[in-house]
Antibody, heavy 117, light 106 residues
Framework: EVQLQESGPGLVKPSQSLSLTCSVTGYSITSNYWGWIRKFPGNKMEWMGYISYSGSTSYNPSLKSRISITRDTSKNQFFLQLNSVTTEDTATYYC???????????WGQGVMVTVSS | DIQMTQSPSLLSASVGDRVTLSCKASQNIYKYLNWYQQKLGEAPKLLIYYTNSLQTGIPSRFSGSGSGTDYTLTISSLQPEDVATYFCQQYNSWLTFGSGTKLEIK
């Protein structure tokens, strides 16, 4: 069974970087696409970006200058880094599998990240 | 950016009712439309992909339809466990989500 689990700090200070890890079991990240999505207080959902089976990436244009998604295939993990965060980046962050041109079919439970001094 | 507008934002219906949720895109998305269900405290669950394809394991009371800019998720007979927020998501151009419809039992 495919399982994803997000991990990382729950509190980040403004202007710092947010770094999260998604650990995948039951499926290799060298197949398929793997994405990050966030849900803001008030319900708005935003796709942030994804990394492909080959390591290529695609990012939401609204975040392109601040975001980086990388991976460690030896650990079957992929990572999110979001730079220069503000309170507007407070959200629950999810990682998910993305069969390209389909839907996000397996999701982690999500990690709540608060940006506050 | 393609904007996705869902209506209504809140829907209250009785068990057994046929329920219809709407999602409208700001431009033609050529059926590249998914639906998700999110229950309180849980991760979203994919229900429908490519407008009308039922994801494995999803009950057949859920169905999707639409084309162009207008799409619909239908629950043929509402069950208590269907209480959730439902999101649409387009993937014709980048990926964007609708603002959600919260479904309650009357």
């Amino acid at each position: 069974e495919v399982q994803l689990q997000e991990s990382g700090p729950g509190l980040v200070k403004p202007s710092q970087s947010l770094s999260l890890t998604c650990s995948v079991t039951g499926y290799s990240i060298t197949s398929n696409y793997w994405g990050w999505i966030r849900k803001f207080p008030g319900n708005k959902m935003e796709w942030m970006g994804y990394i492909s089976y080959s390591g290529s990436t695609s990012y939401n244009p609204s975040l392109k200058s601040r975001i980086s998604i990388t991976r460690d295939t030896s650990k079957n993990q992929f990572f999110l880094q979001l730079n220069s965060v503000t309170t507007e980046d407070t959200a629950t962050y999810y990682c998910a599998r993305y069969p390209f041109r389909g839907g996000f079919d397996y999701w982690g439970q999500g990690v709540m990240v608060t940006v506050s001094s | 950016d393609i904007q996705m507008t869902q209506s209504p934002s809140l829907l209250s219906a009785s068990v057994g009712d046929r329920v219809t949720l709407s999602c409208k895109a700001s431009q033609n998305i050529y059926k590249y439309l998914n639906w998700y269900q999110q229950k309180l405290g849980e991760a979203p669950k994919l229900l429908i992909y490519y407008t009308n394809s039922l994801q494995t394991g999803i009950p057949s009371r859920f169905s999707g339809s639409g084309s162009g800019t207008d799409y619909t998720l239908t629950i043929s007979s509402l069950q208590p466990e269907d209480v959730a927020t439902y999101f649409c998501q387009q993937y014709n151009s980048w990926l964007t989500f609708g603002s959600g419809t919260k479904l309650e039992i009357k």
